[in-house]
């Protein structure tokens, strides 16, 4: 690639951090903001710096919160405590709730197993969700609610047999989601038959 100024290989070598971004692409991001004024640009600038500022951890079920150690769902009394969806990434949330489906509480893993890139059951939330399972008497049915692709599968697999110990009742999204198919890329229509249809594993 030919070699530009400095503070643009450096936002390049930033945005290719990014997944799904390479050299053109970020290239191409680079050149788009400096086509913005310079407000736009610091304005983009400090919402990315309060993005890290103002957003944590959830020190109940992993998932992004504003301001608080405990977020929305893990806080709210009306979720009902003998429900835990065991999902992939905070996104997953959101497009689980579209669906109107579930009224449980969730529980991020962070990821799915892919041992080829070091995605290992000790990287992975895989310890603090069978300490939460252990500690919450209430709770009846852990749901597994991860993309059925080959990593997905991995992952359900792998947890079911880490968590039958436990003897709650485990099942996973059924109908309505097609092998190979993303949690992310579902309509709510498709995604609340497969929770309704869930099946134990």
């Known amino acids: 690639?030919?070699?530009?100024?400095?503070?643009?290989?450096?936002?390049?070598?930033?945005?290719?951090?990014?997944?799904?971004?390479g050299p053109k692409t970020a290239l191409r991001y680079v050149f788009a903001l400096l086509k913005m004024s310079?407000?736009?640009v610091t304005q983009m600038a400090r919402l990315?710096?309060?993005?890290?500022?103002?957003?944590?951890?959830?020190?109940?079920?992993?998932?992004y919160t504003e301001g608080r150690n405990i977020c929305e769902y893990c806080s709210d009394p009306k979720r009902d405590p003998?429900?835990?969806?065991?999902?992939?990434?905070?996104?997953?949330?959101?497009?689980?709730?579209?669906?109107?489906?579930?009224?449980?509480?969730?529980?991020?893993?962070?990821?799915?197993?892919?041992?080829?890139e070091g995605m290992t059951p000790d990287?992975?939330?895989?310890?603090?969700?069978?300490?939460?399972?252990?500690?919450?008497?209430?709770?009846?049915?852990?749901i597994l609610g991860f993309s059925p692709d080959v990593h997905g599968e991995m992952t359900m697999l792998y947890l079911t047999k880490q968590l039958r110990p436990l003897e709650r009742k485990i099942t996973r999204l059924a109908r309505g989601l097609p092998t190979g198919a993303s949690?992310?890329?579902?309509?709510?229509?498709?995604?609340?038959?497969?929770?309704?249809?869930?099946?134990?594993?």
Not at 49 to 57: F, K, N, T, Y
Not at 183 to 201: K, M, N, S
């Open 38 to 40: 310079k407000y736009d």
């Open 82 to 116: 003998r429900l835990l969806c065991v999902v992939e990434t905070s996104r997953d949330i959101s497009t689980i709730e579209n669906t109107d489906a579930f009224a449980g509480k969730y529980f991020v893993l962070g990821g799915t197993l892919n041992p080829m």
């Open 123 to 142: 990287v992975l939330n895989v310890h603090p969700l069978l300490q939460k399972i252990s500690a919450s008497p209430a709770l009846e049915e852990i």
């Open 1 to 21: 690639m030919r070699r530009f100024p400095e503070p643009i290989q450096n936002l390049v070598s930033a945005f290719m951090r990014l997944p799904g971004v």
């Open 48 to 63: 990315m710096q309060e993005l890290s500022e103002r957003i944590a951890v959830c020190r109940e079920c992993f998932s």
């Open 183 to 201: 949690i992310e890329f579902a309509d709510e229509v498709t995604l609340g038959d497969a929770l309704r249809g869930r099946r134990e594993t």
